[in-house]
């Protein structure tokens, strides 16, 4: 098992953070769950145990400094360490709406509240990891081209944003032997609700662009981000793990 006896935080129940949560869990790490949502959060955990898991659960506004920095406290006492964090928390973002025609409030809230987040579950879990010197932190997202037929608002900015503070958490833990990774996807179709108005248009635009004809899975998330938190990923840092199955080529 690739992460057996490391605790791991996710921030976020839905159906991404359902896929690492049980990635996590499938390579033996304890997994800490945290979301807003008591019944997804319910939902999620009850999925992680019946495949075999072990999972806690805490309710966390991870927009709220306080509220993440007592979670990731209470986990490091609790069971002993912070060994992987990575935040899969929706931002909250409009799209469908041209940038000419967009309100402020909407562009950029999603900036805001993915630079936010992001750093506040980084910086809580890398307090831990500084004095355990080992730990990793994980991003997700994917920043690639404009979207040519597709208003997608401040989402990619906000992704953008997040790329770059990673690489600065990356040279600023590297020292302390904490490993930051992205992983980056060029769209998971799972994602995409079944009643979205255009969804089949949109997911043939995602998978249009790819060499391999499809685009990743749930479940290649959860295997890329085990990976990634793994030993056996122990050299890459302030790097992305490209998942987009050919859609970005580095």
């Given at each position: 098992m690739l992460l057996k006896d490391k605790n791991a935080l996710v921030y976020g129940a839905g159906g991404i953070g359902r896929a690492v949560a049980l990635g996590f869990a499938r390579e033996g790490a304890t997994v800490h769950l945290a979301s807003r949502t008591p019944a997804r959060l319910e939902a999620v955990a009850a999925d992680v145990r019946e495949a075999g898991g072990?999972?806690?659960?805490?309710?966390?506004?991870a927009?709220?400094?306080?509220?993440?920095d007592a979670h990731a406290d209470a986990v490091a006492k609790?069971?002993?360490s912070v060994d992987v964090s990575i935040n899969l928390v929706s931002v909250?973002?409009?799209?469908?709406?041209p940038l000419a025609e967009m309100t402020l409030s909407d562009f950029e809230a999603p900036v805001h509240n993915a630079v936010r987040t992001t750093f506040l579950t980084s910086k809580a879990a890398a307090r831990h990891m500084i004095r355990q010197k080992s730990g990793v932190l994980l991003t997700f997202g994917g920043v690639g081209d404009p979207m040519h037929d597709y208003f997608i608002g401040g989402f990619q900015v906000a992704l953008s944003a997040v790329d770059m503070l990673r690489k600065q958490f990356a040279a600023e833990l590297g020292p302390h032997g904490v490993r930051v990774v992205g992983l980056k996807t060029g769209g998971i179709?799972?994602?995409i609700p079944e009643d979205f108005a255009g969804r089949d248009e949109?997911?043939?635009s995602l998978v249009e662009p790819t060499m391999l004809g499809r685009?990743?899975?749930?479940?290649?998330?959860?295997?890329?981000?085990?990976?990634a938190a793994s030993d056996r990923a122990?050299?890459?840092?302030?790097?992305?793990?490209?998942?987009?199955?050919?859609a970005i080529v580095d």
């Open positions: 072990t999972v806690s659960t805490a309710v966390v506004d927009l709220d400094e306080s509220a993440v609790e069971a002993g909250g973002d409009i799209q469908g709406t179709p799972e994602s949109l997911v043939a685009t990743a899975t749930y479940e290649d998330v959860g295997n890329a981000a085990a990976f122990a050299s890459i840092t302030a790097a992305e793990l490209n998942i987009t199955c050919g």
